[in-house]
Nanobody
Framework: QVQLVESGGGLVQPGGSLRLSCATS????????IGWFRQAPGKEREGVSC????????YYADSVKGRFTISRDNAKNTVYLQMNSLKPEDTAVYYCAKGSYYYCPGSAGYDYWGQGTQVTVSS
């Protein structure tokens, strides 16, 4: 069965870094796009980044461009989100999700989600 499991969240000071991992199973990662989303308390879920399977094209929300980097290791069935220069406004639960296709879809185009990992940026 399809599973996505996030890890790597935690408490970090402003300006610090974290690397989130999304371990996948139950499908061939090579064939599907993977997205990262986040949801802060009282706010709607926000798309953060996405990586395509065909050529590894990547996409980022304006709020994280230049600070976050998404990557994938198909051999390890894992997608990563390297987060640098973290800000308090990055505090949220971060989720990874499997796209229905090889390309990065709109928010409705994801069919499986992980359980999320908490990221808290605070001094």
């Amino acid at each position: 069965q399809v599973q996505l499991v996030e890890s790597g969240g935690g408490l970090v000071q402003p300006g610090g870094s974290l690397r989130l991992s999304c371990a996948t199973s139950g499908f061939t990662l090579d064939y599907y796009a993977i997205g990262w989303f986040r949801q802060a308390p009282g706010k709607e879920r926000e798309g953060v980044s996405c990586i395509e399977s065909s050529d590894g094209s990547t996409y980022y929300a304006d709020s994280v461009k230049g600070r976050f980097t998404i990557s994938r290791d198909n051999a390890k069935n894992t997608v990563y989100l390297q987060m640098n220069s973290l800000k308090p406004e990055d505090t949220a639960v971060y989720y990874c999700a499997k796209g229905s296709y090889y390309y990065c879809p709109g928010s409705a185009g994801y069919d499986y989600w992980g359980q999320g990992t908490q990221v808290t940026v605070s001094s």
